[in-house]
């Protein structure tokens, strides 16, 4: 058996292979994520333009830095900065270059028209892989904490005590409260238009009764001993005896298969509990690019399946 001697100089460190490509797995997502966005087309998408003289980055390989990290946990951009440092497959998605935090902060921001041009572009990818099948469509919500303090929130009852100029605002939001109460939690246009367009719909008129409260729930105390909610809507009562025969239970049990499994990986394998912005816009701009990275991790995995 022959033995090889390799003269490496003290004085240089090894710390990476001269290929970085050495070090990433091939089966490694990364992979994935640079050829899908490579292969995208938008015109949305803006440089970092900061008049400063500061290094400028692709901004293909800023929106795939993005993706890569948001997919695997990593959200904040002072820890995404780090990951370029630390992480190989980060460090080979950017080429060996490392954006400063405020650089991909600013990206981010900047950006959110192009991570929804993205978005749709990866539902055509997965057309043409041949994983994507519509057909039922189920629709949720779930809670994910603000970029702020509850403990600055005040109650509605508290609030004719602080402020005695509003005290007549509690009254105004129970009677817009009714209102939404009273609606059934169903927007009726767009049940209208759905029905319109051929859509079988189905949807739940009704909710469990004196449900526990959160101690940090800044709305109205409820009313524990209220009458159950009688549904009077002709509409409403045929949906209710939709949902209670056999089929129509079986098809709404499809959201424990479809739609309540991406926020359970969102919020525990992702790790996506809290946003890092504020406003409504950037918000929902923020939770653009989480869909879009859960969407490119789910398509990588069918893919690779």
């Known amino acids: 058996m ?20 050495d070090w990433v797995p091939p089966e490694d997502m990364v992979h994935f994520v640079i050829e899908a966005v490579e292969g995208m087309r938008l015109s949305t998408l803006k440089v970092n333009r900061r008049g400063s003289g500061s290094e400028q980055y692709p901004p293909k390989m800023m929106l795939g830095l993005l993706i890569y990290c948001y997919a695997n946990g990593v959200f904040s951009s002072r820890r995404i900065e780090r990951a370029t440092y630390r992480d190989v497959a980060v460090r080979y998605l950017t080429g060996d270059t490392h954006p400063d935090h405020d650089t991909i902060a600013k990206f981010r921001r900047e950006n959110f028209e192009a991570v929804g041009e993205a978005f749709l572009q990866v539902l055509r990818l997965a057309r043409e892989i041949g994983v994507l099948k519509v057909g039922t469509v189920s629709v949720d ?48 246009d767009a049940w209208e238009s759905l029905e319109q367009d ?8 009704s909710r469990e009764e004196n449900h526990s409260q959160r101690q940090y729930d800044y709305r109205p105390t409820p009313v524990i001993d209220k009458p159950a909610k009688v ?31 991406v926020f359970g990986i969102i919020k525990h394998v992702m790790g996506f ?21 859960y969407n490119v991790k789910r398509l990588w995995a069918l893919k690779t399946a």
């Open 2 to 21: 022959a033995t090889r001697f390799v003269n490496v100089d003290r004085n240089t460190p090894l710390l990476l292979p001269p290929d970085l490509r």
């Open 141 to 188: 919500g779930t809670h994910i904490r603000a970029n702020a303090s509850k403990d600055k929130n005040v109650r509605y009852d508290r609030a004719g005590e602080l402020v005695p100029s509003v005290g007549d605002v509690p009254e105004e939001i129970g009677q817009v409260s009714a209102v939404l109460a009273d609606s059934g939690y169903v927007h009726g």
């Open 198 to 205: 051929k859509v079988d719909v189905y949807v739940a008129v």
């Open 231 to 261: 549904i009077k809507d002709q509409r409403l009562l045929a949906m209710r005896e939709k949902l209670g025969t056999d089929a129509g239970r079986r098809l709404y049990a499809k959201r424990k298969q479809t739609v309540e499994p």
């Open 273 to 293: 509990r809290q946003f890092l912005l504020r406003g409504l816009a950037k918000v929902s701009g923020e939770w653009e690019l989480v869909r879009l990275a």
